[in-house]
């Protein structure tokens, strides 16, 4: 056979994949009626694996075996994806229980944050909440999400990413482990300093300390002056509170201009933060279970079995639901070494039938599936 011969063929065949495909897909939707009729989960995972075991039976090469395999798992994934869509066009699924609201209720509103006078989250509470809101700052980051869990404070302002350092992973983790839900988010533009005491010079440093974030978004500046031991600390405010109580010459802060000022601190340096676009995100989070009625972005945690593709077909599900994926973060699961969960953003709201569509087949198919907000 020559090229053209061949590629008539083919043409023929695919065709006729394609017929029979339709033909598979309607009985599928034939099955979906019947479980649905019969109260019956989507997802029959034993099933599926005596239909894969089958087919790979039926394939006469190693390679194709393999194949085969790949196919169907495909095949089986889309079909679910349909059954998934016939569910929400019948309404017969549980909706996420969250509230829409036209707009969050802050007056009065009592709002936390990790630090200490001048920290940049509580810049980020009163960009958000105006200067004037009642806020409240604790030592930790946990600290700040049991206040509101217990509902002693009703926003809670922490940080979740750096444009220049990463995720803060430390709040994924605490979204999973707290029932508090993030209702919106805060950018606030990074610009750090270097900060001693009144007659310091930076020729005079010996110790310098900030939050690990801040001292990993002036890597550049630190490798200038290898001569200086820079010290994690607890945040860039708390800081600039101990150099300036403790008076020493030789040690300085990271930290903010704003902050600097608070506490009386000479600034020997300016933008040190090697990206002058550096900038971090709040989220600005709650116990209540609402979102507002403009909110286009979602977040959710799962994790997933520990199979070929399983994450693969997780992530289909946005795909063939048009729902388009912004962000996904791994973390360990300190309970089972060498498994993780998953934190996605994706764009849309909690009221779209794309995006109940595909968080109907999350629920499915994966395990510990928790909606983080929609904001």
């Given at each position: 056979?020559?090229?053209?011969?061949?590629?008539?063929?083919?043409?023929?065949?695919?065709?006729?994949?394609?017929?029979?495909?339709?033909?598979?897909?309607?009985?599928?939707?034939?099955?979906?009626?019947?479980?649905?009729?019969n109260g019956l989960g989507v997802l029959d995972k034993k099933r599926e694996n005596e239909k894969l075991k089958a087919v790979k039976a039926l394939a006469h090469s190693d390679f194709n075996k393999k194949a085969v395999e790949e196919l169907y798992n495909h095949i089986m994934s889309i079909s679910r994806k349909r059954q998934y869509e016939i569910m929400e066009e019948r309404g017969m699924r549980k909706r996420?229980?969250?509230?829409?609201?036209?707009?969050?209720?802050?007056?009065?509103?009592?709002?936390?944050?990790?630090?200490?006078?001048?920290?940049?989250?509580?810049?980020?509470?009163?960009?958000?909440?105006?200067?004037?809101?009642?806020?409240?700052?604790?030592?930790?980051?946990?600290?700040?999400?049991?206040?509101?869990?217990?509902?002693?404070?009703?926003?809670?302002?922490?940080?979740?990413?750096?444009?220049?350092?990463?995720?803060?992973?430390?709040?994924?983790?605490?979204?999973?482990?707290?029932?508090?839900?993030?209702?919106?988010?805060?950018?606030?533009?990074?610009?750090?300093?270097?900060?001693?005491?009144?007659?310091?010079?930076?020729?005079?440093?010996?110790?310098?300390?900030?939050?690990?974030?801040?001292?990993?978004?002036?890597?550049?500046?630190?490798?200038?002056?290898?001569?200086?031991?820079?010290?994690?600390?607890?945040?860039?405010?708390?800081?600039?509170?101990?150099?300036?109580?403790?008076?020493?010459?030789?040690?300085?802060?990271?930290?903010?201009?704003?902050?600097?000022?608070?506490?009386?601190?000479?600034?020997?340096?300016?933008?040190?933060?090697?990206?002058?676009?550096?900038?971090?995100?709040?989220?600005?989070?709650?116990?209540?279970?609402?979102?507002?009625?403009?909110?286009?972005?979602?977040?959710?945690?799962?994790?997933?079995?520990?199979?070929?593709?399983?994450?693969?077909?997780?992530?289909?599900?946005?795909?063939?639901?048009?729902?388009?994926?912004?962000?996904?973060?791994?973390?360990?699961?300190?309970?089972?070494?060498?498994?993780y969960r998953f934190f996605v953003d994706f764009e849309g709201n909690l009221s779209d039938a794309s995006v109940r569509n595909a968080l109907h087949g999350l629920r499915e198919e994966t395990v510990n599936m928790k909606i983080?907000?929609?904001?």
């Amino acid at each position: 056979m020559d090229l053209s011969e061949c590629r008539e063929k083919i043409d023929d065949i695919d065709r006729k994949i394609v017929e029979l495909y339709e033909d598979r897909m309607s009985i599928s939707e034939a099955v979906a009626d019947y479980k649905l009729s019969n109260g019956l989960g989507v997802l029959d995972k034993k099933r599926e694996n005596e239909k894969l075991k089958a087919v790979k039976a039926l394939a006469h090469s190693d390679f194709n075996k393999k194949a085969v395999e790949e196919l169907y798992n495909h095949i089986m994934s889309i079909s679910r994806k349909r059954q998934y869509e016939i569910m929400e066009e019948r309404g017969m699924r549980k909706r996420p229980s969250f509230t829409c609201v036209d707009k969050l209720d802050t007056e009065g509103a009592r709002v936390v944050y990790q630090g200490v006078e001048g920290a940049y989250s509580e810049e980020a509470a009163v960009r958000f909440f105006g200067p004037d809101c009642d806020r409240v700052h604790v030592d930790t980051f946990k600290d700040a999400m049991s206040l509101i869990d217990e509902g002693l404070a009703d926003f809670a302002v922490l940080p979740i990413e750096n444009s220049s350092a990463g995720i803060v992973s430390e709040n994924y983790d605490l979204l999973d482990q707290y029932e508090n839900y993030i209702t919106a988010t805060q950018v606030i533009e990074i610009r750090h300093c270097i900060a001693g005491i009144k007659g310091a010079t930076l020729d005079g440093l010996r110790e310098v300390y900030s939050h690990p974030q801040a001292l990993m978004q002036c890597r550049d500046f630190l490798d200038k002056h290898r001569d200086i031991s820079f010290r994690p600390y607890e945040n860039t405010a708390a800081a600039a509170k101990k150099i300036a109580g403790e008076q020493d010459l030789q040690n300085a802060a990271i930290c903010s201009e704003h902050c600097a000022s608070i506490y009386g601190l000479e600034i020997l340096e300016k933008e040190i933060n090697y990206s002058h676009k550096n900038s971090t995100k709040f989220i600005i989070v709650t116990n209540q279970r609402i979102f507002l009625r403009d909110a286009r972005k979602v977040s959710v945690r799962f994790e997933i079995p520990d199979t070929t593709g399983s994450l693969y077909h997780v992530l289909s599900l946005f795909y063939y639901n048009d729902v388009n994926m912004s962000h996904i973060e791994s973390r360990p699961i300190p309970s089972r070494p060498g498994e993780y969960r998953f934190f996605v953003d994706f764009e849309g709201n909690l009221s779209d039938a794309s995006v109940r569509n595909a968080l109907h087949g999350l629920r499915e198919e994966t395990v510990n599936m928790k909606i983080l907000g929609n904001y």
